[in-house]
């Protein structure tokens, strides 16, 4: 059972315009919330992250949402940049747990 | 620049034959990691390991083996491939970060190596 899920596999926006990509979880320890974005043929990179006592987190032209009580949480790119085109994968984090938990990942494509 | 490199970066292979896929990292971290990923699809933890001379299995299981003799060296072995194994595989190592009563191992991932079993 997936319990990280990236319902939308793909995302086009217009360069300038904003990304918003969404992540749910079904597994209420989580406490911690990263974000990693992966261009082809490279690992995943860190990009930013948020832990539960926090609703945004920001961090230059992206901004972190979570909604504990939805089980929501958001990644907001503005403005889109042509190289922000990556996939980009939801994480999460709870205690006692070895690992992240990954989602699917999302593609985003910027276009010019 | 990358501070944990993983060899090969592409392997084509057939059946039968022995693999070992290389990580290191020069970062310190004692918590090192296995990944598998196929594409359009979540990254599936197959292999961890606290630090030298332990490791334990992942969520997936995997005909896949490690050791850690070395801090920094975290090598996977397959010992017979099969097309089934055809994968990427991504190696990462971690370090905690807290924010007031929660953290997490943020990882770093090295370039991943690409499987093909033929």
């Known amino acids: 059972d997936q319990q990280v899920k990236q319902n939308s596999p793909s995302l086009s926006v217009q360069e300038g315009r904003i990304s918003i990509l969404n992540c749910d979880y079904t597994n209420s320890m989580f406490d911690y919330f990263l974000w990693y974005k992966k261009y082809p043929a490279e690992g995943p990179t860190f990009l930013i992250s948020?832990?539960?006592?926090?609703d945004k987190n920001e961090d230059g032209r992206f901004t972190v949402f979570l909604n504990k009580s939805a089980k929501h949480l958001s990644l907001h790119i503005v403005p889109s940049q042509p190289g922000d085109s990556a996939v980009y994968f939801c994480?999460?984090?709870?205690?006692?747990?070895?690992?992240?938990?990954f989602g699917s990942g999302t593609r985003l494509q910027v276009q010019p | 620049e990358a501070d944990i490199y993983q060899t090969p970066r592409y392997l084509v292979i057939g059946t039968g034959k022995k693999i070992t896929l290389e990580c290191s990292q020069t970062?310190?971290?004692?918590?090192m990691y296995w990944y598998q990923q196929d594409p359009g699809m979540e990254l599936h933890l197959i292999h961890y390991s606290y630090g030298v001379n332990s490791t334990e299995k992942g969520d997936l299981s995997s005909e896949s083996t490690v050791s850690r003799i070395r801090t920094e060296h975290f090598p996977l072995t397959l010992e017979s491939a099969r097309p089934s194994h055809t994968s990427q595989y991504l190696c990462?190592?971690?370090?905690?970060?807290?924010?007031?009563?929660?953290?997490?191992?943020?990882?770093?991932f090295g370039a991943g190596s690409r499987l093909t079993v033929l």
């Open positions: 970062m310190g971290h004692d918590k």
């Open positions: 994480a999460a984090s709870q205690p006692g747990r070895r690992a992240l938990t």
């Open positions: 948020i832990s539960s006592i926090k």
């Open positions: 990462a190592s971690s370090e905690y970060r807290t924010e007031g009563a929660a953290g997490a191992n943020v990882l770093t």
